[in-house]
C-alpha cells in the first residue's frame, strides 16, 4: 500500500470520526458539515491514489 494512499485513508477516518463526535455533541451544523466535507474529500482522495 502506497504511503499517502495509508496516510489519506486515516485522514479520512478521523475526520469521520471527529465529524460524529462534534455532531453528537451538538455543534453547529455548518461545523459538523465542514469537517464531513473534509472527511470525504479525504476518503476520494485516498480512492483515487489506492487506484493510480
Same mark, same amino acid.
Given at each position: 500500500?502506497?504511503? %499517502?494512499?495509508?496516510?489519506? !485513508?486515516?485522514?479520512? *477516518? !478521523?475526520? =469521520?470520526?471527529? =465529524?460524529?463526535? =462534534?455532531?453528537?455533541? #451538538? ?6 458539515? $465542514? $469537517? #464531513? +466535507?473534509? %472527511? #470525504?474529500?479525504?476518503? +476520494?482522495? %485516498?480512492? +483515487? !491514489? =489506492? *487506484? $493510480?
Amino acid at each position: 500500500m502506497d504511503t %499517502s494512499t495509508l496516510l489519506l !485513508t486515516i485522514l479520512a *477516518i !478521523t475526520l =469521520a470520526g471527529v =465529524a460524529f463526535h =462534534a455532531w453528537r455533541l #451538538g455543534n453547529e451544523k455548518r461545523d459538523v458539515a $465542514l $469537517l #464531513g +466535507v473534509f %472527511s #470525504g474529500l479525504c476518503g +476520494v482522495g %485516498s480512492a +483515487v !491514489t =489506492a *487506484i $493510480l
